[in-house]
């Protein structure tokens, strides 16, 4: 079931405080770079641009670590997949998002753990790990902000496994709907559209349901008048509507 503080904090954001954090002084910390994760990424050695097609893999489980990405246009989706061959959906990033960084957190030579799908056509920035490394070594702000975008993706990982925890496909489907809001969500007069064209069968891969299951579900909702869809666009009418009717 889904609860109604996940909700809302699924769509409000938090200032952190600034100055002490306990009895601790922030006074000596490394001043934060004036660039962006995008503009560091972008400007380092063999850094290259990347577009990659809808469905397509960017890289597969055991394949060896050598880049980093961070995702400029689009949405990526990250799955473990296990020995029985079922594939478990935990993360959907996107855009601003950094992945692949396993070689930097051992600091040794390691493979890849996920696969790694387009969910929709992306256009990244990759550069070496090498690379990543050495401008770590070389200006510690560049790790901090590095951190805080790791921060971010254990953050998504951890939304997803919990709307995946939902044994229910109804409350899964609407709890991964109100993830889409709040990291693809654009406010508008009717509610809140998601910007991704949403395939029911790409729904249904990334929950882990069938494409017959999310038809009818989908269904529902927009004969209830929680939803409205339009081109493979999906527009949440009510957020909060939509997550009571499964609470």
């Given at each position: ?19 002490r954090m306990?009895n ?13 994760l995008l ?5 380092l ?13 960017i ?6 670590a050598e880049?980093?990405?961070l995702?400029?246009?689009?949405a ?5 997949v ?6 478990i ?12 960084v396993?070689s ?12 790694s ?7 990244m920035?990759?550069?070496?790990a ?10 510690t702000?560049?790790?901090?902000l590095?951190?805080?975008g790791?921060?971010s993706r254990?953050?998504?990982t951890e ?47 990334a ?21 409205e ?10 957020p ?8």
């Open positions: 079931m889904l609860a109604m503080p996940d909700v809302i904090r699924g769509f409000s954001r938090t200032v952190p405080q600034q100055g306990g601790v002084s922030l006074a000596n910390a490394p001043a934060p770079t004036s660039r962006t503009e560091v990424i972008r400007d050695d063999g850094a290259n641009t990347e577009l990659i097609e809808r469905n397509k893999t890289f597969f489980p055991g394949d060896p880049k980093v990405y995702i400029r246009r689009g990526v989706r990250l799955s473990r296990y020995e029985s061959g079922e594939e959906t935990v993360a959907l990033l996107r855009e601003n998002s950094l992945f692949g396993l930097l957190l051992t600091g040794h030579r390691s493979d890849r753990f996920y696969h799908v387009a969910f929709t056509r992306v256009e920035v990759t550069a070496p090498t690379s990543v490394r050495q401008a770590i070594e070389a200006d702000s560049v790790g901090l590095l951190l805080q790791l921060s254990i953050l998504q939304t997803m496994i919990e709307t995946l925890t939902h044994r229910d496909m109804s409350s899964r489907l609407v709890s991964f709907l109100l993830v889409l809001c709040r990291d693809f969500g654009i406010p508008g007069s009717q509610g809140i559209t998601i910007d991704l064209r949403l395939s029911h069968q790409a729904i249904a891969e929950i882990g349901s069938t494409r017959v299951t999310i038809t009818r579900l989908l269904g529902d909702l927009r004969n209830s008048g929680l939803v869809i339009d081109r493979k666009k999906i527009t949440v009418l009510d909060i509507a939509l997550a009571k009717r499964f609470s």
